[in-house]
């Protein structure tokens, strides 16, 4: 059973960066990767992913210009690079791994296999 862990969450102020880290704990597959993201009393949305080659990226508008989604296969990790950073980008992101997400079907949650448990990024204004 994959288990993905994500560090690097914290509180900033706007206009700050932050990184967040993923990593699976476990056995590992050729996955496709994803961040998504819920604010209180919102629904959980898209906001990265990264295909298993890492050539090809994918952005919510909203984050495009902004955020950096990369990963290192040598460490088995995935990073997301927050820059600029808005208090509407408040939120506990989430990673995801899949072997099902095509490029049409990146930001669709149920693509998604396993989940980390999130990690809180607060911005202040």
């Known amino acids: 059973q994959e288990q993905l862990v994500e560090s690097g969450g914290g509180l900033v102020q706007a206009g700050g960066s932050l990184r967040l880290s993923c990593a699976p704990s476990g056995r590992t597959g050729s996955y496709a990767m994803g961040w998504f993201r819920q604010a209180p009393g919102k629904e959980r949305e898209f906001v990265a992913a990264?295909?298993?080659?890492?050539?090809?990226?994918y952005y919510t508008d909203s984050v495009k210009g902004r955020f950096t989604i990369s990963r290192e296969h040598a460490k088995n990790t995935v990073y997301l690079q927050m820059n600029s950073l808005k208090p509407e980008d408040t939120a506990v992101y989430y990673c995801a791994a899949g072997a099902r997400p095509t490029a049409q079907t990146m930001g669709v949650m149920h693509q998604y296999d396993y989940w980390g448990q999130g990690t809180q990024v607060t911005v202040s204004s």
């Open positions: 990264i295909s298993w080659s890492g050539k090809s990226t």
